[in-house]
Structure formats: C-alpha cells, structure tokens
C-alpha cells in the first residue's frame, strides 16, 4: 500500500513516516500541503494521512483540491488541538487525534485489506 502523508510538524512527519513504513507501507510525506497536492497521484497512492492545521490550508482543503484528480481517495484526517468530527463538509474520511496510536496502526491495517480485497 501506498500512503501519501502530510504534516506541517517535521517530528511528527518523521515518526509517522517511520511507523508506517516499519508497517511494510511505502510513504511519500511532505511538509508543505501544496507540495502534497502537487504530487498526489491517482494510480499510486492508496491513501491521504493528512495534518488537520497546516498553514496556507487545512486538512480538508487539502482533501478537497485531491479528491478533484480522485473522488474515491481514502483520507485519514488527524488532529493534535481540535475534534473536527463537526466540520465534515460532506467529505467522508477517518478522524483520529494525535497523538497517534493503536488506532491509527489498525485503521492503515484495514484499509490495507479493503484495498487487497478490491485489488483482487
């Protein structure tokens, strides 16, 4: 599985990076959002691991400007200062609070055989 990841925190990026991977997961990650959109390609990357409060944009402009080249993208949307459950603006995605977790390494695991499923 393919995972693209964005955080504007450069030790947050780096531990996440390295969990995900040690996953058996490739990651791409950048720290910039608009670097993230730029570099976000349908047909390799499986899933979007997305910092909610980033300067320029946040976590759902950046979903947003993504899901135009892939409505179907899976999105994790995570978030150290606030529960943005509330302000879904009608894009489905997984929410977790940082700090990350158990959660997130069995949120990526079922992900990972939804996509093996459908890839079969």
């Known amino acids: 599985m393919n995972i693209l990841l ?15 991977e040690m996953m058996g997961y490739n990651c791409d990650d950048y720290l910039s959002p608009l670097e993230a959109i730029e570099n976000y390609l ?3 990357h499986d899933v979007a691991v997305i910092d909610y409060q980033m300067p320029g944009l ?3 402009e950046v979903l947003e400007k993504m899901r135009v080249k892939n409505p179907d993208l899976t ?13 879904t603006k009608g ?9 990350l977790g158990d959660d997130f390494f069995r ?6 055989i939804s996509h093996a499923a459908t890839n079969s």
């Open 6 to 20: 964005v955080d504007d925190d450069a030790g947050s990026l780096l531990g996440m990076k390295f969990a995900i």
């Open 42 to 44: 349908p047909e390799h």
């Open 58 to 60: 946040n976590g759902f």
């Open 75 to 87: 999105a994790i949307i995570i978030s150290g200062c606030i529960d943005i459950k509330a302000e």
């Open 91 to 99: 894009q489905p995605y997984i929410f977790l609070k940082k700090p």
């Open 107 to 112: 949120v990526l695991k079922e992900i990972a």
